[in-house]
């Protein structure tokens, strides 16, 4: 606001638009003495200012003790404090390739969080692989682990909860052990999520690798027709594809489908669907 | 440039020690967006792992909590929200300018008794439900105005909205939320209302009284 010895000092109607910027400290010095001159002289304004007031008093009060950090509303709990602890020492993946990966370059660099977060939303309309390689990478707690349910269970325990059977490859043989199962959702439609620990050196690389992600998802109505380098295994053909800076693939049994996310090189990708599902026949 | 190292130790320490700060106040808000602990729990570990990937486009001695707060609406707008659902309840008349005059009438009679304030005696649940009830748009503005008490020009930061449309849905949310305090208010009896629906605070002394 400008310093205008000519400006005419506040009145009663912009009090009453105002009150609450007022109150709640957005007013700079000039306004607010201009408002406290004010309010000093007009009985009116001052009660419904401090009305006003008592009730702003009496909410935030009410909200603090509803849901401020001596409530339980307003506490996070120690298990999501660990489970984020764990997710930034598994976030092992070059931060920086995940984040970038689906973008230009000029894009990346001009954005900030919001505007990132915004792109990534709705810049097109996402594959199968990006939406599954996005989930994965969000690296959400399982709803079963095979240390509690044994690993044969986990697929059973998905009954009731998708309307399909979920038969996942046989990955042991590689080397590749479940750890658990939780329900994701593809387009708003249930579908069962199993990770995977990969051995230790599955394709010699330096470093460790972390968790492969397996959806496992009906399609009747194809809605998921993928793109990607086309590799025959066997009867089934196995689409090989990058996504969010993942390897994916992706390939169908009639009408499930099925998406495996890794952070392993396309070739080590390749040669463990490979393996995982001639192990099946 | 684009930096290809990974977030050394040292980044990781620094940011651990500011994300855990803030945590309580994160999840506190991401449980009233989502209104469901689960989601909310979700929506947090988005938010902070999404905040550590772009860490280093975060600004040294800048306002990091206004920072995460951004992500973490920004994350739940994008992935938690149902949009169409609750857009419409709340894209009315919110482009009018702040006129409507200071506080409901109902809260004014009810703030007129300094010693017992109508709020004083409803219980927190009644509260979390009076909050979670609020549509989308006005519980972010309440939330983030009177609970994590950001500043006007923060909130429109962090929602990427003018700081006009902050103040008007401010507006309209408190009244929204003083309304249905006063109603849980009624419904336990320490306020009763009148046939017009209007508070008649004699009513409830005198029944208070016996
Ligand atoms: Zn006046």
């Not at chain 1, 792109?119 to 240390?147: C, F, I, N």
């Not at chain 1, 090189?265 to 099946?280: G, I, K, M, Y």
């Amino acid at each position: 606001m400008t310093l205008d010895p000519f400006r005419p000092a506040m009145d009663c109607a912009e009090i009453g638009r105002s009150a609450e910027a007022l109150l709640d400290g957005e007013f700079d010095d000039r306004e607010r003495a201009e408002a406290e001159a004010h309010l000093s002289a007009c009985d009116r304004c001052r009660g419904a200012v401090e009305k006003l007031a008592r009730t702003r008093t009496a909410v935030r009060e009410k909200l603090r003790a509803a849901m401020g950090p001596s409530s339980p509303h307003g506490r996070a709990p120690a298990a999501l404090r660990a489970r984020i602890a764990e997710a930034l020492d598994r976030d092992r993946l070059p931060w920086w390739r995940r984040a970038l990966a689906p973008l230009p370059l000029a894009a990346a660099a001009a954005c900030a969080a919001g505007a990132m977060l915004v792109l990534w939303t709705h810049g097109k309309a996402d594959s199968l692989a990006e939406e599954t390689a996005a989930w994965h990478s969000r690296d959400l707690p399982l709803d079963v682990t095979t240390a509690s349910l044994g690993p044969d269970s986990v697929a059973r325990w998905f009954r009731g909860k998708v309307d399909f059977n979920t038969r996942p490859p046989e990955f042991r043989r590689a080397g590749v052990k479940l750890l658990g199962g939780r329900v994701s959702s593809i387009r708003d439609r249930p579908c069962a999520y199993m990770r995977y620990e990969l051995p230790p050196s599955a394709d010699g690389a330096q470093k460790p690798h972390g968790p492969l992600g397996l959806f496992i998802l009906d399609d009747p109505q194809h809605r998921f027709g993928e793109a990607g380098r086309e590799v025959r295994v066997g009867p089934e053909t196995v689409r090989l594809l990058n996504a969010r800076g993942y390897n994916v693939a992706v390939w169908r049994k009639n009408e499930i489908v099925y998406s495996l996310v890794s952070d392993m090189d396309e070739p080590s990708l390749e040669r463990l669907v490979e393996a995982a599902l001639s192990a099946q026949r | 440039m684009i930096d290809l190292r990974r977030q050394s130790d040292r980044t990781r320490a620094e940011f651990e020690s500011l994300v855990q700060q803030h945590l309580d106040t994160l999840y506190a808000a991401a449980l009233r967006l989502t209104r469901d602990g689960k989601d909310a729990e979700d929506l947090v570990q988005d938010a902070v792992l999404r905040a550590y990937r772009f860490f280093d486009k975060f600004e040294r001695g800048t306002n990091f909590r206004a920072w995460i707060f951004k992500i973490l609406t920004n994350t739940f707008i994008n992935r938690y929200r149902r949009v169409v659902k609750e857009r419409s309840l709340v894209d009315g008349p919110e482009t009018e300018a702040v006129t409507e005059q200071f506080v409901s009438r109902e809260a004014a009679e009810q703030a007129a008794d300094p010693e017992r304030h109508f709020l004083d005696q409803l219980v927190s649940d009644d509260v979390v439900k009076a909050i979670d009830a609020l549509p989308i748009d006005f519980r972010m503005v309440v939330i983030l105005a009177d609970l994590q008490e950001f500043s006007y020009k923060e909130i429109a930061d962090i929602l990427a909205i003018p700081v006009g449309t902050v103040m008007s849905r401010l507006f309209r949310g408190r009244r929204l939320l003083e309304k249905a305090l006063l109603a849980y208010a009624a419904e336990s009896g320490h306020v009763t209302t009148r046939a017009d629906g209007s508070i008649d605070l004699e009513a409830a002394r005198r029944r208070r009284a016996t």
